[in-house]
């Protein structure tokens, strides 16, 4: 992000361009340049333009860029397509920041990065603008002065996808496996997931729609984040209940998942070893 006026710059590094870092960069920016513009001018990105239009109609844009610009009071600019000039001046700060702070150098961690940046900084601001004629760190003094304070809370945003909750009360989401409470599923088993970077909130559809459960969003593809209480009071076939349940039943057992059935029928249900079977397939 650059400051139009000065071209006093920031920049932060991330590992992904999804829509919780792209607003997340943002927040970081306001505190680095303590407020917020009046006006924000982006390209053309899928985190802030939901859908490309014909020339003339309005651009609709993503629900999250609307809600962060209400929340922070900045206006939202879109460049015209195909007209890189008028992105020049953030897109002229991309080639500095590479040739004067990563250009020949490695790195271990995005944090080593972001320090990389803090310490050249100041030798940036100190020079004299070639198109302004002015010191950076001078003019850029004009610029923080007319920016907006930051409110007292931060809005936090969060990605939001629509799931269908299997019948062992788990919902899939980047190949993990999340629990949610069996009582509170109800009969349509869709559910909205809102994501941020740290957790996974599942709520409930509709008019009554409701947070169900949390979950800290796993780092590690293929895991299960399970709450055993979200499966507490479920029929395991070791009772009589005769209540209709049309889920599937988790068991744990040695780190296994087993699943039966509860119906109207009174039927015995035998919970075994899964090495049970392993002896039955090798005689």
């Known amino acids: ?145 007319a920016l907006a304070p930051l409110p007292e809370s931060d809005y936090v945003v969060s990605e939001r996808h629509l799931r269908r909750v299997g019948k062992d009360c788990l919902v899939s989401f980047e190949r993990s496996m999340y629990s949610v409470p069996w009582r509170t599923v109800g009969t349509s088993r869709t559910v909205e997931l809102r994501v941020t970077g740290e957790l996974v909130a599942i709520h409930s559809l509709g008019q009554a729609a409701a947070l169900l459960c949390t979950h800290s969003r796993s780092k590690a593809k293929s895991a299960w984040v399970v709450d055993d209480a979200h499966w507490a009071g479920l029929p395991d076939g070791s009772t009589t209940d005769r209540a209709v349940h049309d889920v599937v039943v988790p068991i744990r057992d040695e780190d296994h998942f087993v699943a039966s059935r509860a119906t109207r029928a009174q039927v015995a249900v035998a919970r075994r070893d899964l090495a049970h079977y392993d002896r039955v397939g090798a005689a």
């Open 1 to 145: 992000m650059t400051l139009s006026h000065s071209r006093d710059p920031f920049s932060c590094f991330v590992a992904s361009q999804d829509l919780v870092s792209f607003w997340g960069c943002h927040l970081r920016a306001f505190r680095h340049f303590g407020g917020v513009p009046s006006e924000i001018l982006y390209d053309r990105t899928k985190t802030v333009v939901r859908r490309h239009v014909g020339r003339g109609q309005e651009t609709p844009l993503h629900q999250e860029a609307l809600a962060m610009a209400a929340h922070y009071g900045f206006a939202i600019r879109l460049a015209a397509p195909r007209r890189p000039e008028s992105k020049g001046r953030v897109e002229r700060q991309v080639l500095i920041v590479r040739e004067h702070v990563l250009q020949g150098r490695d790195f271990e961690s995005l944090l080593e990065m972001d320090d990389a940046f803090r310490a050249w900084l100041p030798l940036r601001r100190a020079e004299v603008h070639r198109t302004h004629g002015e010191v950076i760190a001078v003019r850029a003094e004009r610029d923080r002065a």
